[in-house]
Every structure is written in structure tokens, then in C-alpha cells.
């Protein structure tokens, strides 16, 4: 009777340890999914020729536009969260002497400098 119990309570508790592997699994997946994915190389690159001529990188000064240090922290300058959604609405539309970079970007040339910006 005593294995009965104690294989009864080891089953239990190795479902409940894959079930909470499974839940933290799937937390991952869903925080991946909702930023793409951009080659931090290419962004900075793509950055230092397009954009680092109105935004400094290393200081919240402002150049032409604002300084874009501390953007990993979850804010961006203007107060808005830092998301990728966000920072793709500012680099599509541009606004405040920004030019918009809609159609002067791929969609990939976007996602490499947001990752970038992400890490600032």
C-alpha cells in the first residue's frame, strides 16, 4: 500500500512540475512573438548612417531629435513605452523633423534598427 502512495505522489508531483514548465514555456513563446525578431549588427550599422546624424546613442541629449539613451529601460523620450510596435508607428509616420521612413525602409532594415534602438 505504502508504493501505491508513494508512486501516487510522485506522479502527481511530476505532472505538476511539467505542467509549470509547460506554462513558462509558453510565457516564452508569446514574449518572443510579440517583438520580431532584427540582427542588432545591421541595425546599429543601419542606425550610425541614417539616423545617428539627429540622435545620439550614449546620451539623452538632444541632437536634432532626442537622445535615445535609456530606451531600453521601456521608455522612449516622449514618455510612450518603448515597444517594437511603437518605435515601428514613430520610424513609419517620422514627425517633428523626422522623416518618415515608411517607404525608404524594408520591413527587415526597420526590424534591424528597432532591435538596436531596444537595446540603447
Same mark, same amino acid.
Given at each position: 500500500?505504502? =508504493?501505491?502512495?508513494?508512486?501516487?505522489?510522485?506522479?502527481?508531483?511530476g505532472?505538476a512540475? $511539467?505542467?509549470?514548465?509547460?506554462? =513558462? /514555456? $509558453?510565457k516564452?513563446?508569446?514574449?518572443a512573438?510579440?517583438?520580431?525578431?532584427?540582427?542588432?549588427a545591421?541595425?546599429?550599422?543601419?542606425f550610425?548612417?541614417?539616423?545617428?546624424i539627429c540622435?545620439?546613442t /550614449?546620451?539623452?541629449?538632444? =541632437?536634432?531629435?532626442?537622445?535615445?539613451?535609456?530606451?531600453k529601460?521601456?521608455?522612449l523620450?516622449?514618455g510612450?513605452?518603448?515597444?517594437h510596435?511603437?518605435?515601428?508607428?514613430?520610424?513609419?509616420?517620422?514627425?517633428?523633423?523626422?522623416?518618415?521612413?515608411?517607404?525608404?525602409?524594408?520591413?527587415?532594415?526597420k526590424?534591424?534598427?528597432?532591435?538596436?534602438?531596444?537595446?540603447?
Amino acid at each position: 500500500m505504502k =508504493k501505491y502512495k508513494l508512486a501516487a505522489v510522485a506522479l502527481v508531483l511530476g505532472l505538476a512540475v $511539467s505542467g509549470a514548465m509547460a506554462q =513558462k /514555456d $509558453s510565457k516564452k513563446g508569446k514574449k518572443a512573438a510579440k517583438a520580431p525578431a532584427g540582427n542588432l549588427a545591421k541595425g546599429k550599422e543601419l542606425f550610425e548612417s541614417k539616423c545617428m546624424i539627429c540622435h545620439n546613442t /550614449d546620451s539623452k541629449e538632444k =541632437k536634432i531629435g532626442p537622445g535615445l539613451l535609456g530606451v531600453k529601460g521601456g521608455k522612449l523620450p516622449s514618455g510612450k513605452d518603448a515597444t517594437h510596435k511603437v518605435i515601428l508607428e514613430v520610424v513609419d509616420a517620422g514627425g517633428g523633423g523626422m522623416p518618415a521612413y515608411k517607404e525608404l525602409l524594408t520591413d527587415e532594415e526597420k526590424n534591424d534598427v528597432i532591435a538596436y534602438v531596444l537595446t540603447l
